[in-house]
């Protein structure tokens, strides 16, 4: 059921209307809130501290006159997302994009098409310096933010009324920034600029994970990339983090005992278990 938080007193500070979507009874009514809204702002609360992928926890957002703020512990079927987030015709606009489209894209499957991250408008605004969100917020809204629940604990139900007020801030004010920043941006003749940079960023929030760290790696060596894409997939069947498989400084060790001659032993130190390096070595010796 969806719970309408105007009774908190959350939505009088620029008239938006707060709803915590937490059923799937109500995907008709998030379908309606979107459907005829050309400008949706975005964002996410996740953990990504002990798995592969980012753990999503709540979905926020923002149109012309209300603020949704999705539970995905809860509602977990929201493929109906997909059409309306990645519709070319609608501009969805985010701060530090990269971060939000990897999550919405390892959670939900979401490739965002047409977005504006009003991050890289403000650097492009403000002279080269990357600001915060709270910064812009005070700069083009005159709101200064409580961050008290920037490091709150995401994945813990029930989400609290402060944590309810911070998420919902987090959108609030991302359509009126754009449209302030899109007016100077114009000015400027830079809006396309800030468009393409925009997209760039989506880009590399949609890759597969590994593909971005594969790009550390400057050896052309087909071991050393066998054994990157080992790890990686030892990390995603156990849905840790690939450092708690090994870290990146043991690389040149197992490449060393690779060159020496294979000995288990030696693995075994680094690894410190018996089926990691029995399959390991199994790869190794593909090589």
């Known amino acids: 059921m969806i719970s309408i938080l105007k009774k908190l007193g ?30 949706i702002g975005i ?11 980012p753990e999503l926890s709540l979905l926020q957002i923002s149109t012309s006159d209300k603020i949704l703020l999705i539970d995905c512990l809860k509602y977990k079927k929201l493929e109906f997302l997909n059409s309306t987030l990645e519709n070319k015709e609608k501009t969805i606009i985010m701060h530090s994009s990269r971060s939000d489209t990897t999550v919405l894209n390892t959670n939900l499957k979401i490739k965002l098409k047409n977005c504006f991250d009003i991050q890289i408008a403000e650097k492009f605004i403000n002279g080269g310096e990357i600001k915060n969100y709270g910064y812009i917020v005070a700069k083009y809204c005159g709101y200064k933010l409580d961050k008290s629940e920037t490091n709150s604990n995401w994945l813990k139900r029930p989400i609290t009324k402060s944590q309810i007020s911070y998420a919902a801030n987090d959108v609030k004010f991302l359509i009126d920034i754009y449209k302030k920043q899109k007016k100077i941006l114009e000015k400027m003749n830079l809006f396309l600029k800030v468009k393409e940079l925009t997209k760039k960023e989506v880009f590399l929030g949609s890759q597969d994970l590994y593909i971005s760290r594969l790009r550390k790696f400057k050896s052309q060596r087909k071991v050393e990339k066998d054994l990157f894409m080992w790890r990686e997939n030892a990390a995603i069947e156990k849905n840790i983090p690939p450092s708690f498989i090994f870290k990146d400084k043991h690389f040149k060790q197992i490449l060393k005992i690779y060159d020496d001659g294979i000995s288990k032993q030696r693995i075994f130190n680094l690894l410190k278990n018996e089926d990691l390096v029995n399959d390991l070595i199994k790869t190794l010796k593909q090589c």
């Not at 008239?15 to 995907?27: Q, R």
């Not at 964002?43 to 992928?53: A, G, L, P, V």
């Open 43 to 53: 964002d996410t609360e996740f953990n990504w501290r002990n798995t592969y992928y």
């Open 10 to 39: 959350f939505n009088l500070t620029n008239k938006k209307k707060i709803y915590l979507v937490e059923s799937e009874k109500d995907e008709d009514f998030v379908k309606i809130s979107l459907e005829e809204e050309k400008y």
